[in-house]
């Protein structure tokens, strides 16, 4: 079984072309971020003639489709070619509940728990970032009788060191190492960086796993977003559980280079031991 998780990046005249790039990956599940309303149809069109039969997405399952507009304009989207079954988007305690996207997902084999997220940026959004985080983790940090996927970007790290040390957006990397500040965005910084590292690394008690770094450790440096100076960013990410056995994971730069959206997809193979 074959998964992308992907940020789109809101644009609509790029649809039929992200959609050929995603088919020819020939993934069984897709999980795409910032859609739009605008991008909705000629996204689903697009990825039902692609042979995605099955579909869900934000704008269908949000408790009321007005708010989504503005700095919460986007929503997500589901695409497999097994049939999926929604998942009340009211699960999770988050502010914005159209950010994170559930369905069960029926392959022939086992039925899998999957969830989908865009984490609101801080810097635009300020703590609603923490609070969504704080959410999330509530509503995943337990036991599960599935296996369960969790995809997204999550804007977040804001790095990882070759040892293993995950570096917050709380924290300040200095000569002496790694400090968490007492004071971020106007609130208790240790709360902050407790917020995005409770999802980073602290799922893996849950059976959640970072499957990029399950695979290649944290020696291999990557990115999935760039800012304009050319910093790479690590933001887009993939968990799973054990049972899933994931085999390959990586990350698809060429369609970010070629401008169809400012990430990179992730792509996961996973040969599940219920096979």
């Known amino acids: 079984m074959e998964l992308v998780s992907w940020n789109l990046a809101g644009r609509v005249s790029k649809c039929q072309a992200q959609v050929e790039a995603l088919a020819g990956l020939g993934a069984d599940i897709l999980t795409l971020q910032e859609t739009t309303a605008r991008s909705r149809v000629p996204l689903s069109d697009a990825l039902k ?35 999926l079954e929604a998942l009340s988007p009211n699960q999770f305690g988050i502010p914005w ?26 810097s635009s959004n300020g703590w609603i970032k923490i609070e969504t985080f704080e959410g999330l983790f509530a509503g995943l940090a337990k036991a ?6 969790l995809t997204g970007d999550f804007n977040t790290p804001q790095a990882e060191l070759s040892n293993g040390t995950v570096v917050t957006w709380a924290q300040r990397l200095t000569e002496r190492g790694v400090k968490t500040k007492a004071r971020f965005r106007g609130g208790d910084g240790h709360r902050w960086d407790l917020g995005e590292r409770n999802i980073l690394v602290g799922l893996d008690p849950y059976d959640l796993h970072d499957v990029f770094r399950q695979l ?60």
């Not at 997405?57 to 986007?74: H, I």
């Not at 599960?144 to 996927?149: C, T």
Request: glycine share 8%; proline share 8%.
């Open 216 to 275: 290649h450790g944290y020696e291999r440096q990557e990115a999935s977003w760039y800012t304009r100076n050319g910093t790479g960013r690590r933001f887009d990410h993939i968990f799973a559980s054990m049972a899933l056995d994931v085999r390959e994971c990586d990350y698809i730069h060429g369609v970010r280079e070629e401008g169809l959206s400012d990430h990179s997809p992730i792509l996961a193979v996973f040969a599940s031991q219920h096979d």
């Open 49 to 83: 003639a692609a042979g995605y039969q099955h579909l869900v997405d934000s704008f269908e399952r949000a408790p009321d489709t007005s708010p989504l507009k503005g700095p919460r304009r986007y929503g997500e989207l589901i695409a497999s070619r097994f049939p």
């Open 97 to 122: 509940p159209e950010r994170v996207l559930s369905a069960l997902v029926h392959t022939p084999n086992l039925s899998i728990e999957l969830h989908t997220t865009h984490i609101p940026p801080g």
């Open 144 to 149: 599960s009788e599935r296996p369960r996927i």
